[in-house]
């Protein structure tokens, strides 16, 4: 659980996902109150007929949904702000931390981390030569996952509260609050749940009950019906305003963490074999007056896209690219665009596609443009995105090659926790200044060139954010548009107009989360459809900024398996 504790004279923030047990038996039905709830008329017979039978329900379906995520993996990423108020802007961010990793509750918890701290060991030896840090840990929000890692009905009051919907959802809301002397880690707030299986659906609050030496974060847990019958975990925001520590220190921050991956059976490809079609030997003709060989340039052509074709591939089986969708197609539509209007010949096409992480990077692997999800959410417009993937036409334009030892398939084996030190797309700095300038050749003959004077303020809003948002920026496998000091592109700030962050309807940049939606299960992304919101303040821009989130949940059936439930930030 999450829990502020002095450990060996170091204050920590540790939240370390305990051993999850199995579904348990149902604890006495007198433990909780008889409250009877009015259930439709057309409720089977087997519906639960008072609130107490609800409780039931709801512990019985909370241990099958802990006993299916021991057999799910799903890759797991946290991104924290720390915060200061502003008057005008609200609370802003002065630091912030992020990892990645994959969620595996098999037989307990196992620290999978690909990007943050290492394993607890070190951690903690690195925590003894800083007296007093304060960090997060990673598996501390991924345990936010859970309710309780021993729910039963005989530790909690349980009162309800109303019916309500969330998106199409009916769910019934109750309070849930531990009985004295149950220990420590106990949920307390509220849950929604849907009222056909009697799954949680959300959980809002916190741990408890505090002691002297441990504080508990607050959290609002959301989980999606990702197959039919089936709710899983897809997004956690946290935040304290004011949380004491120390006595004299006190933690203000906003933190986001998303699941996604769980398809990995799909995402690797593995049910292709049961597809295979042979096709009769009728018809079969002979080719061999047609057939020719691949001339030496044909080849050494198919042998640089073999490798790109393997690294893409890879990363995708992991999870960390999104399958081809909707979003390649508009990413695909502005390339075209600058292809075109320069009158480029570019051999083979040119593809893109979605990274699905939140730092702010963009990269080539060979012919295929690679930008983050994190990027383009915070993206304002089309001429910035234009702006974007004009520094990788560049790359591509001036010949800039990928390492073709990737084309031996030798090379892709290696564990999902080794991709941030196998893989690297990052290129020299000459290369990046080419690129810069061969970029901003593309967009002058462009459809975008009247427009750039926003693309130059979204930079000037990144270069005045970049030192409190190093791990925003901080590109992991490729380059980001901040490389040090240095800000790529920066010509464009000369015809930016002046950056006002307090100016309401000046929106240099977006908030994060806001722009692509992902579908957790099967990794598909497409642009978020929702409805504009007049701003109201300078404070509700937030660009760059964590926001909540408020899923619009949806009910998946057997005919209908690729809904997805639509998210957004609260505000925008």
């Given at each position: ?36 709830v ?12 008072s ?51 994959r ?16 394993n607890?060991r ?12 304060m960090?997060?840990?990673?598996l ?26 969330i ?8 309070d ?6 149950t ?33 508990y ?24 305003s ?15 963490t ?17 597809s ?18 691949a ?13 790109e ?26 390339v ?50 234009a ?5 990788e036409l ?19 084996f ?53 030192p409190?948002?190093?791990n925003?920026?901080d590109a992991r496998?490729g ?13 464009l ?56 989130v ?6 998946l ?16």
């Amino acid at each position: 659980m999450s829990r502020l504790f002095s450990v060996w004279f170091v204050c920590v923030l540790v939240m370390i996902l305990g051993v999850v047990v199995l579904a348990q038996n149902p604890a006495d039905s007198s433990s909780a109150p008889a409250t009877i709830v009015q259930l439709p008329a057309s409720a089977p017979a087997s519906s639960p007929a008072s609130f107490d039978q609800v409780i039931d329900r709801v512990v019985e379906r909370e241990h099958f949904f802990v006993a299916e995520m021991r057999h799910m993996h799903p890759l797991v990423e946290t991104y924290i702000q720390n915060l200061r108020s502003d008057r005008d802007l609200g609370a802003v961010p002065v630091s912030d931390q992020y990892f990645l990793g994959r969620l595996d509750m098999t037989e307990g918890t196992q620290d999978r981390s690909f990007v943050g701290p290492g394993n607890l060991r070190k951690r903690m030896v690195d925590h003894l030569t800083s007296l007093y840090k304060m960090e997060f840990l990673p598996l501390g929000f991924a345990q936010m996952v859970v309710l309780d890692n021993d729910f039963q009905k005989k530790n909690y009051k349980f009162t309800f509260v109303r019916r309500e919907f969330i998106g199409e959802i009916r769910c019934l809301v109750v309070d849930v609050q531990p009985k004295p002397n149950t220990g420590n880690g106990r949920f307390i707030g509220r849950m929604w749940v849907e009222d056909q299986d009697y799954n949680v659906v959300r959980f809002n609050g916190t741990y408890g009950p505090e002691s002297r030496n441990s504080s508990y974060l607050h959290f609002d847990s959301w989980r999606l019906n990702m197959r039919p019958g089936v709710w899983l975990p897809a997004y956690i925001y946290s935040e304290e305003s004011d949380l004491k520590y120390r006595m004299t220190q006190s933690l203000h921050y906003k933190a986001q963490t998303r699941l996604w991956g769980y398809d990995q059976k799909t995402l690797g490809r593995e049910d292709e074999f049961t597809s295979i079609q042979v096709d009769s030997p009728q018809g079969i003709k002979d080719q061999t007056e047609t057939a020719q060989d691949a001339s030496p340039a044909e080849a050494q052509r198919l042998w640089e896209r073999q490798a790109e074709d393997n690294a893409v591939e890879r990363l995708q089986k992991m999870g960390l690219l999104a399958p081809n969708g909707d979003v390649d197609k508009v990413l695909t539509t502005v390339v075209n665009n600058l292809i075109l209007t320069n009158n480029l010949d570019i051999q083979p096409d040119v593809r893109a596609r979605v990274l699905l992480t939140t730092p702010l990077e963009s990269f080539t692997i060979g012919h295929t443009i690679v930008v983050s999800k994190g990027l383009l959410d915070v993206l304002p417009d089309e001429a910035s995105l234009a702006m974007i993937l004009a520094r990788e036409l560049g790359h591509i334009a001036l010949g800039h090659q990928l390492d073709t030892n990737l084309a031996f398939n030798d090379r892709m084996f290696f564990s999902d926790e080794n991709t941030f030190k196998t893989f690297t797309f990052k290129r020299s700095t000459k290369d990046e200044d080419d690129a810069d300038k061969k970029a901003l050749e593309l967009l002058a003959n462009s459809p975008y060139k009247d427009k750039l004077g926003n693309a130059g303020l979204f930079l000037k809003a990144l270069q005045s954010r970049a030192p409190e948002l190093k791990n925003l920026i901080d590109a992991r496998l490729g380059d980001g548009l901040v490389a040090g000091k240095t800000l790529r592109m920066s010509t464009l700030l000369n015809s930016a107009p002046e950056l006002d962050e307090r100016k309401k309807d000046q929106i240099a940049a977006l908030p994060l989360g806001g722009r692509v939606r992902v579908d957790p299960w099967s990794n598909q992304t497409e642009l978020a459809k929702t409805k504009p919101v007049a701003l109201v303040s300078a404070r509700e821009k937030m660009p760059f900024e964590v926001t909540p989130v408020f899923p619009y949940l949806t009910r998946l059936t057997t005919m209908n398996t690729e809904k997805v439930a639509s998210t957004a930030p609260a505000a925008k």
